[in-house]
């Protein structure tokens, strides 16, 4: 299976018609802006949120959030709820994440997730590592 038809699968739009990107990489087409990975931090950890297209063009944000995260002190509350896309580069920084908290005595957790990052998340192997299970 080559990479478009992963993404074709994973994002269920049957083509990569370039939805979502021509407000720039992270941004909806109609040109506002999504909280990327917002990284806000608390007593009880930090939060990430990923945008709703989360690949290779936002990854280097994704993977500099994440490195702020493992930095930071507690666990790390992931939410992909208004994610409609993303790509094993994302998940990739994810992975990384979990691993260096895991490292570390800390978690990794998925507060929410929508359908189609939970799809890809199972269609590319990276269940086990983000949730341990």
């Known amino acids: ?4 038809d992963v993404n074709d699968r994973i994002d ?3 083509e990569l018609d370039g939805a979502g990107l021509a407000g720039g990489a992270g941004e909806p087409a109609d040109g ?3 909280d990327h990975a917002d990284g806000a931090s608390g007593p009880a950890g930090t939060s990430l949120e990923l945008p709703a297209v989360a690949d290779i063009r936002v990854a280097a944000e994704i993977q500099a959030r994440c490195q702020a995260a493992l930095d930071s002190t507690g666990d790390v509350t992931v939410s992909a709820a208004s994610t409609e896309r993303v790509d094993a580069a994302v998940l990739q920084c994810l992975a990384a ?3 260096g908290l895991h490292q570390g005595g800390r978690s990794l957790h998925l507060a929410e997730s929508s359908e189609a990052f939970d799809r890809a998340v199972d269609v590319l192997g990276f269940r086990r590592v ?3 299970s």
């Open 32 to 34: 506002q802006t999504t």
């Open 130 to 132: 983000l949730t341990g």
């Open 97 to 99: 994440l979990a691993n």
């Open 12 to 14: 269920g739009a049957g």
């Open 1 to 4: 299976m080559s990479g478009e």
